[in-house]
């Protein structure tokens, strides 16, 4: 950055103009180290009240920047991983969020890829226009994560989901008619399978562990979508008429496919072959036929095979 355009940050810290307008000439970058300069300042002035107000409204207003820029940027980036072809999902050590990593420019997100390939994670960068960014913000809550990470690696900013969209509340709904979703076993989910993509050299099997039995107990607790073949153009479908698919890995062995939620059927279902029935995962063992040899959960991203003794 420039002396010219530190200076100029500097001034607008300083400055008594709170309308949005008068700051669209700036990037992302520099509405963050606005942002977080008045968090410094803030806490640097806490023994005068007069200036730690005034840089608390200064911080306020530039967050509130940030929230729109997230709505209203043309384009915007975020790191995707190969091990669920979903976007990469951290855990932060010190507030045990869970993070998705944006980015406001293709290269900062480009670097940071590469700061992670160094440490063996395989991360690509996936683009999003702006039409797409509800939707993505959307299936975060499907995924657990409470948290974006903004520009990691350069000014960074961490910015809760719910202050940027409102979480879906199905509370009043009839429990028949709620969508069904499973978010902390499809985070548990994510989090094994994006370890077990690292190599066993630098794997960690604790971790891994720990994930497994967490998503365990979260499959216990759920109820899951399963995909059926069901005859076409017949109006009333029995049990009977319903047939499940199966999946056959390459050693030969069959698991039947089933999904967290209505987006990861919608991936399997991409031709539009299947319907989806929900299925207690008290009873989905019971419920398999004798040649499933256990499931396959989200076959079309984290692909985690589950065994019928294990549920």
Known sequence: ?????????????????FKADNYERLSMQEVIILKNSAKAMKEKNIRTPQAAQ?????????????????QKLETIYVLLTKATNLPYVYCDPDTCNDQVWMFSEESFARKAAMLEMQKKRELIVGKME????LSFYMSLYAMGVNELLIDRGVNTLAVELETLVKKPDYSNMPKEKRPVMNPELLLTAVYFAQERNMPEDVRDTEQMKEFEEEMMVNLQRGTLMMPVMVPEGQEKITAK??????????????????????SEFQRFNR?????AITVDCGKLRTLL???????????????LVIPREKF
């Open 1 to 17: 950055m420039t002396n010219t355009k530190q200076e100029e940050l500097k001034k607008l810290l300083a400055s008594g103009d």
């Open 289 to 303: 036929p004798k040649e499933a040899k256990g499931i396959l959960l989200n076959p079309a991203t984290v692909r």
């Open 241 to 262: 008429d319903m047939k499940l698919p199966y999946l056959k890995l390459s050693n030969g062995d069959m698991y039947q496919p089933v999904c967290t939620d209505p």
């Open 54 to 70: 005034f840089f608390a409204k200064r911080e306020e207003f530039f967050n509130r920047l940030v929230l729109q820029r997230l």
């Open 271 to 275: 031709e539009k072959k299947f319907r």
């Open 130 to 133: 702006n039409k797409q960014f």
